[in-house]
């Protein structure tokens, strides 16, 4: 309706130009796109509204419905069965509305793009006629680009003169009405055909562009599609939903519509600064409302766009923002649209986007907000912030570091790479190989060898891809970075200072201005604005030694020394746990409160007390990640008394420390590794004392890990019994600890170590075991040997010491059983099946 005519004198609808008259006089000029048709759902949407005002107009069904294929619908595809599933669609729609239009023969302008058909500049004059020979270049030239029409689709783009235009249209109409052509002007025709239907549509100016573009990054495009988006959309070519943005815009009239739903990225990515700054100088964003992911079933953000194809003139576009869980999942439609109350819902004038760097479509900022962008610098006129290595074969040059042999460091190099979040310090497991200065991966092909002058300087650090807020950590000297755990460089106090900062509510607060997206690159994090701040850096410190003693903590650290419980020197493991809670509890509360006040800090500083508060969420603190449930906490934001801690985890972490102990990776009277390498000294293996005891190193680092029915004496089971006998004491503590730790485990340490220690294991060091299990197809038999000890001998030892051994056991076993079979009770019945069993 106002598309025609406006609802009152003066007002402003997107349904009229800039002066405020109405931009088509009947509904009939109203000509409606969908470049990228696939089945017809906007195109029959855009029927049904378009019969309403047909309608409303005064018109009959069938008069509606005529004019509507004649005059208002037209879809392109590159695929021909999406077309003619459209063409289906909309006459099934057509037909409910009069069902005479199956008599007719009338079809939307719905087309594919046409198979390669070459033509010679012969035919093409034969077409156009000597009259218009001056045209055949023109025609000629797109009839050349139209041979990749299947690859490039609706975003071709011809250079015809109005003249040539409306003298090829002439010549289609001629040539479709004429009846006497000759055998060779109909076969001309019939190969000319579907160019010239699909050349009309795309060459036609349209009130109305409507799509949902398909998605392809560069990397997956063909070389000639890559070589066409570089010359003819620059700004736009990282991705086809862009070029389609750009190229809706080119089909419509001045003061057209365009309407799309596309990926979220190019309101916030970097390669697509150039295109926004290209909207928001020359058109209007009345309306976008961006989508959380999976709110139309895609497991990204999404954004759906109304431009007006002429400049804002000081007009306010409407903003908002929706979640999944805003949405009804059983209707699929949302509880309230637009949502008014969650903080993004404005009515803005575009132009504030160009105060922010990089010009992201940040609808929900406010004007401090924009007053600090325009009154500050930013975080990189003090820092610099790089982007590292790309092996190209990640698989072939980059490792865990427990993977190699103690001596690693002579050829491989820590490496800081991406993460999942992770505060102040740690995530710092990988390593790459650069023996001789990174030779082998320098001459390697696939690679990219960045910012090499910054490579093993002190740094703060990211990761590329982050789902939710961004978490920032102290790196040390002498470590490399790669392209997704990306740096930031500069004096010892701006690092710790700006760690904070990202750290803070007020660095995640920017971050999602600049790029509200998954991926942080290192021109979003620069782009924070930069106050004078005099901040005392203790709390930044004891933030990072906090973390990396929880870091360190763990054996999967390179800096890890001897297990928490053991280091206590408690003479119970029940009091060895409690020491070691009370610590953990001490410092998780310690971090949360110089979480919260750095906080209070930065909000104060920058003025944003009425946008922001300093709480933080208790399961937001990231130490102890493998040890808390942080569900338990809920939306808690003040200490809670004692922590949800894992007892389970705690104790399998320790039961994998003194197998370790066994397997001579480490030893309880010294910190650290100790073998980690094949073919250790007899010096290395040798025995040695401990808490009055004689402790063992297993002689060739392989050990049972079967129930307690098996006959060997080094077992799994029984050596670990006497580590802990050894650490925590007499018969009576032995009781004590064995149920301590079995109440913790949830179940019995023999249940434990043969079901499930290898399981933990495989968890623990992310699918790539330093002990390898041998076992037989239903477990009867498993032993682990530590990798770095192995060995050209250790398969036959296994077979020979273990295996063979078993299988004459139970074989004995299965005798003495059978001998007595008539006396048997139901008990050993049961274990003589058992034994046959395995």
């Not at 759902?41 to 069904?61: K, P, Q, T």
């Not at 198979?115 to 077409?127: D, I, N, P, S, Y």
């Not at 102290?474 to 701006?494: H, I, M, R, T, W």
């Not at 079995?742 to 075991?769: I, M, N």
Request: with cysteine.
């Amino acid at each position: 309706k106002y598309l025609v005519e406006p609802e009152s004198a003066g007002s402003s609808t997107i349904g009229e130009a800039a002066d405020g008259a109405p931009i088509i006089s009947e509904v009939a000029q109203l000509k409606l796109l969908d470049p990228a048709c696939g089945s017809g759902h906007i195109l029959v949407e855009g029927f049904d509204l378009l019969y309403a005002m047909y309608r409303e107009e005064g018109y009959s069904a069938g008069e509606s419905v005529r004019s509507i294929f004649e005059n208002n619908l037209f879809g392109l595809d590159i695929d021909q069965r999406a077309t003619q599933l459209s063409n289906f669609a909309l006459l099934l729609k057509a037909a409910a509305k009069d069902r005479t239009i199956l008599d007719h023969d009338l079809l939307p302008h719905v087309y594919a793009m046409p198979e390669k058909e070459v033509f010679t500049r012969e035919e093409v004059l034969e077409f156009l006629g000597s009259a218009n020979s001056a045209h055949v270049d023109a025609l000629y030239n797109a009839l050349e680009l139209m041979q990749q029409s299947q690859n490039l689709g609706s975003i071709m783009k011809f250079s015809f003169s109005d003249t040539a235009r409306d003298a090829i249209i002439k010549q289609t109409a001629a040539w479709k009405s004429n009846s006497e052509l000759d055998l060779v002007q109909q076969d001309l025709w019939k190969r000319l055909t579907p160019y010239m239907q699909v050349l009309q549509v795309l060459t036609t100016k349209y009130e109305a562009v409507a799509a949902n573009p398909p998605y392809m990054g560069g990397g997956n495009m063909n070389d000639e599609l890559k070589k066409y988006l570089v010359t003819n959309y620059p700004d736009s070519k990282s991705d086809l939903f862009a070029v389609f943005i750009e190229a809706m815009i080119n089909f419509c009239t001045t003061n057209g519509k365009l309407g799309c739903i596309t990926m979220e990225s190019w309101m916030f990515l970097s390669s697509y600064e150039k295109l926004r700054k290209k909207i928001i100088d020359n058109y209007y964003i009345a309306s976008l409302a961006h989508f959380g992911w999976h709110i139309i079933g895609i497991a990204f953000g999404t954004a759906a766009m109304i431009l007006n194809k002429r400049k804002e003139n000081g007009l306010l576009g409407q903003y908002s923002f929706l979640t999944i869980d805003d949405v009804d999942r059983e209707l699929n439609i949302p509880y309230v649209f637009p949502k008014k109350d969650n903080g993004r819902f404005s009515h803005i004038s575009q132009a504030n986007f160009e105060k922010i760097p990089g010009s992201p479509i940040a609808y929900w900022v406010s004007e401090r907000v924009v007053e600090l962008y325009s009154k500050n610098e930013f975080l990189y006129d003090n820092m610099d912030f790089k982007t590292g290595i790309t092996t190209g074969d990640n698989v072939k040059y980059t490792r865990q570091w427990f993977e190699l042999n103690k001596s690693f460091e002579k050829k491989w190099l820590f490496m800081r790479s991406g993460s999942s979040f992770k505060k102040w310090y740690g995530s710092l497991m990988d390593v790459v190989l650069w023996e001789n200065d990174g030779y082998e991966i320098k001459k390697f092909k696939g690679s990219t060898i960045r910012n090499p002058e910054y490579q093993f300087k002190e740094a703060i650090t990211w990761s590329k891809i982050c789902s939710g807020d961004v978490s920032v950590r102290y790196s040390p000297q002498k470590v490399l970075f790669d392209a997704v755990g990306l740096c930031g460089f500069g004096e010892n106090k701006d690092l710790l200072t700006y760690m904070s900062i990202l750290n803070s509510k007020i660095g995640n607060l920017f971050l999602r201005i600049t790029n509200a997206s998954m991926s942080i690159l290192v021109s979003d994090i620069g782009k924070i604005p930069r106050v004078k701040i005099n901040q005392n850096l203790n709390t930044t410190i004891s933030n990072i030694s906090i973390s990396k003693s929880d870091w360190d903590s763990r054996e999967t650290s390179w800096d890890f020394e001897t297990h928490p419980l053991i280091k206590s020197g408690q003479n119970s493991l029940q009091l060895a746990y409690q020491a070691w809670e009370s610590k953990v509890t001490q410092d998780f509360y310690q971090l949360h409160a110089n979480e919260v006040e750095l906080n209070r800090i930065f909000i104060d500083i920058y003025g944003l007390q009425d946008e922001l508060t300093p709480e933080v969420k208790l399961k937001d603190i990231t130490i102890l990640q493998e040890e808390l449930d942080p569900k338990a906490f809920g939306e808690a934001t003040e200490p809670v008394g004692a922590l949800p801690i894992k007892q389970d985890v705690v104790m399998r972490q320790l039961i994998s420390y003194l197998m370790g102990c066994l397997m001579g990776r480490y030893r309880l009277d010294k910190p650290g590794l100790h073998i980690a390498h094949p073919n250790p000294t007899s010096e290395e293996i040798v025995a040695y004392a401990y808490n009055n005891h004689t402790v063992a190193i297993d002689e060739d680092g392989i050990v049972p890990l079967m129930d307690s029915s098996c006959s060997f004496a080094d077992n799994a089971l029984i050596r670990l019994k006497f580590l802990l006998e050894v650490q925590w004491g007499n018969d009576k503590q032995m009781v004590e600890t064995i149920n301590f730790m079995e109440a913790a485990l949830g179940k019995d340490l023999e249940t434990f170590l043969v079901k499930d220690f290898w399981k933990d294991h495989c968890s623990r060091y992310q699918k790539r075991p330093i002990y390898w299990l041998f076992a037989s197809p239903k477990g009867a038999f498993q032993v682990i040997a530590y990798m770095h000890r192995m060995n050209k001998y250790t398969i036959d030892k296994i077979r020979s010491k273990y295996l063979l051994v078993h299988i004459r056991n139970l074989e004995n076993q299965l005798s003495a059983l059978q001998a007595d079979n008539a006396s048997l009770n139901r008990e050993q019945s049961k274990r003589m099946e058992k034994v046959r069993a395995d």
